[in-house]
């Protein structure tokens, strides 16, 4: 097992408001932003590689109820998560892909970036 060092942030918002002063239509927004890097050491001063994988996910996320009668609620949502992975650190060897082209037999090695957006 290689050693570590982890860190781990996160922020959030979060803001509600009224939209009348009856307090029957209200609206609320959020944001978060969370970053988790964790860096691996090599095992042995030969072992030139040091690899860090850090995590920042974001996401932002709306809101509206609205009381129209008695018996009649309306709400509404709408949120945007943007998952992002990376794999950064030294090389090994010389490397190149071409995505649809042709396909790694083995793991890629770092860097590594992916980014996927998430609606909801």
Do not use: C
């Not at 009224?18 to 209200?26: A, L, R, T, V």
């Not at 809101?63 to 949120?79: K, P």
């Not at 892909?97 to 793991?107: D, E, I, K, V």
């Amino acid at each position: 097992m290689l050693p570590f060092t982890s860190d781990q942030n996160t922020y959030i918002a979060k803001f509600d408001y009224k939209i009348d002063e009856m307090g029957k239509h209200n609206g609320s927004s959020a944001a978060i932003y969370r970053m988790i890097a964790r860096t691996a050491f090599p095992n042995s001063p030969r072992t030139a590689r040091q690899q860090r994988l850090p995590r920042n996910s974001k996401g932002i996320a709306a809101g509206y109820t609205g009381v129209l009668s008695a018996n009649i609620v309306n709400t509404f949502r709408y949120g945007l998560t943007r998952a992002g992975n990376e794999n950064t650190g030294v090389l090994a060897s010389n490397y190149a892909w071409f995505r649809g082209y042709n396909t790694p037999t083995a793991s890629p090695p770092e860097p590594l970036v992916s980014f996927r957006p998430h609606h909801r």
